[in-house]
């Protein structure tokens, strides 16, 4: 499979407008209230009956300094005794989430994100892996998927040794920009002594991938200091690298009305920073993976795109397909049967439903035949860039033709454009239409054709 990428500014300036990222289909816009607790029970305990591995998720919300960029669910404290209330709910839930599902299903994916992860100590990172440990089946070969995200100014060796220890073999690197004139203007201050250090540490302890974080679009940012970045980066070598784009939306994200609008790259900029660093990471030898993950060629995200077994949830790009989601803490989400789920978002509503007994599912979906025949195609194409007809009609028994005639009527101009190949079999896209992927997705996702306002979403590019 032929995993480049092509940059062509025409067409990136004629498709550069608001769609989904696809993390779910439906996007979180259709969850509604009426699908809560009892509604996930239901779920969850059907899904016994196919046995399948597991996958779980802790959100674990708290920083101790914000980063003005930031648009995550977060809570900003110094006060580090938080996190013990925190925890104590999370470990109750736990047991609820764990006494659903069949002990003999292992847990083959484990994440924890945030906020910051390491916000919490070594002895409650030791104590919530051992209570998830007494009510979930860890994997206990080491053959998981353990990973964690890592704020490098929250970390020590001594951290990375005991997140070994307990059982993480991934981690994720936040690390946005070294240059200290950008982590100043939004608040994050970083030496690249210590991201190095945890990285360093990482390796000495055996983690199995590294992972580093960018962001381009940040304040002061231009082509030549963000290439100082990234040329930095490549030559510590991480394994996969995710580099976002920065989505400036002071009215919905308060932290980043401390950044100076004046102050950030203006859109062109930010374009031949993208073009740099696709250039710059093809010829250190990084394959794009799609929607800002680059990976090295014997990179398993990588290996599994190539051979069209690629997948991709809430956390990102996974090569675990099988796995129903477990989520756990405060806004989460989950993936279980045919539902998704979410977690209440407020601390004090999170606290109330776990200290009454009962689950914080707040909101969520059920998928309907449409809507998974559709996560099907969308997902084929967002993760492997290929979609053959015949494997979705042997899959759901429809013919991809007629069941699709209005959505294949949509990207005959795309084609014409050059950002995919479409023929009787079926369509692929190609490499200077992989930064354009979810244009090409939205074609087939029924509830913006239903009015769906594309407010909710960002820019594609």
Known sequence: MDQSLVFDLELINKYDYSGPRYTSYPTAPQFHEAFGEAEYRQA???????GGPLSLYFHIPFCDTICFYCACNKIATKDRSMAAD???????????QGAIFDKSRVVEQLHWGGGTPTFISLKEMQDLMRVTSEHFTLADN???????EIDPREATAETIKTLREVGFNRLSLGVQDLDARVQKAVNRIQSEAETMAVLDAARDNGFRSVSIDLIYGLPFQTVESFTKTLDRVIEVGPDRLSVFNYAHLPELFK?????NTDELPAAQVKLDILQMTGEHLSKAGYVY???????RPDDELAIAQREGTLYRNFQGYSTHSDCDLVAMGVTSIGM?????SQNERGLDEYYQAIDNGKLAVFRGIELTRDDLIR????TRLICNFVLDYASIEQAWGIRFAEYFADELARLPSMAADGLLEIDATG?????RGRLLIRNVCMAFDRYLSAGVQQKHFSKVI
């Not at 969850?44 to 196919?50: G, K, M, R, W």
């Not at 996560?375 to 969308?378: A, G, H, Q």
């Not at 369509?427 to 490499?431: A, C, D, E, F, I």
């Open 375 to 378: 996560r099907d195609v969308i």
């Open 336 to 340: 279980v049967g045919n539902t998704y």
């Open 427 to 431: 369509m692929r896209v190609l490499p």
């Open 289 to 295: 993976i799609g929607m800002d993950h680059f990976a």
């Open 86 to 96: 925190y925890l104590d709910r999370v470990h109750k839930e736990i047991a609820m």
């Open 44 to 50: 969850a305990e059907a899904t016994n009956e196919s």
């Open 142 to 148: 080491d053959a998981g998927e353990y990973s964690i």
């Open 255 to 259: 932290p980043q009305r401390r950044i």
